[in-house]
Antibody, heavy 127, light 110 residues
Framework: QLQLQESGPGLVKPSETLSLTCTVS??????????WGWIRQPPGKGLEWIGH???????YYNPSLKSRITISVDASKSQFSLRLSSVTAADTAVHYC???????????????????WGQGTLVTVSS | QSALTQPASVSGSPGQSVTISCTGT?????????VSWYQQHPVKAPKLIIY???NRPSGVSHRFSGSKSDNTASLTISGLQAEDEADYYC??????????FGGGTKVTVL
């Protein structure tokens, strides 16, 4: 059974970098059928897609966060990671890692949707 | 990319049907049949209930159904039950290869 486990500091100071890691078990992070993504949810608010990565390292990012985001993958450890720089209080949120299906799109290329979520971890930005 | 537009809340009595709309643009909802829906109970992770506009994953109740017309997708919950009280989010693949969510809709069972 697939398990996704987020790990990282629960408290980050303003202007510093938020770093989280997701460990995948029960499935292969190198599968050609999936991307691996990050989503966040500020307290009491809605979901915001952050970005996703393929095992090869190619990544897609939310345009509104792109200048501050890096998502990386370490297939040897079955892990993928998120780094968000220059954080402010507005970045306080529950952060979810997720598996995203990678399917052939009509015409060409691939499309994706999230089919499995980790339990989420709260990261608070505060001094 | 702008968030998809959903009503903040809908409500219905047990046994009734409720429908949640999700409006986007031709660059997301209207451009592809790649809309998904998620159910989120309080302090829980979201759960996929519909993908590719109208497909249910294994184990999801047949009371959940999806549809789409032009730039608007819809989720219908039939035979409303107390356990359906939750937040619901739509999501779409976009022309730029990214994913966008709706703002979420709170479903209340009266």
């Amino acid at each position: 059974q697939l398990q996704l486990q987020e790990s990282g500091p629960g408290l980050v100071k303003p202007s510093e970098t938020l770093s989280l890691t997701c460990t995948v078990s029960g499935d292969s992070i190198s599968s050609t059928n999936y991307y691996w993504g990050w989503i966040r949810q500020p307290p009491g608010k809605g979901l915001e897609w952050i970005g996703h990565i393929y095992y090869s390292g190619s990544a897609y990012y939310n345009p509104s966060l792109k200048s501050r985001i890096t998502i990386s993958v370490d297939a040897s450890k079955s892990q993928f990671s998120l780094r968000l720089s220059s954080v402010t209080a507005a970045d306080t949120a529950v952060h979810y890692c997720a598996r995203q299906r990678r399917l052939s799109a009509s015409g060409s290329g691939y499309y994706t949707f999230i089919d499995y979520w980790g339990q989420g971890t709260l990261v608070t930005v505060s001094s | 990319q702008s968030a998809l537009t959903q009503p903040a809340s809908v409500s219905g009595s047990p046994g009734q049907s409720v429908t949640i709309s999700c409006t986007g643009t031709s660059r997301d909802v209207g451009g592809y049949d790649y809309v998904s829906w998620y159910q989120q109970h309080p302090v829980k992770a979201p759960k996929l209930i519909i993908y590719d506009v109208n497909n249910r994953p294994s184990g999801v109740s047949h009371r959940f159904s999806g549809s789409k017309s032009d730039n608007t997708a819809s989720l219908t919950i039939s035979g409303l039950q107390a356990e359906d009280e939750a937040d619901y989010y739509c999501s779409s693949y976009t022309f730029s290869g990214t994913v966008v969510f709706g703002g979420g809709t709170k479903v209340t069972v009266l």
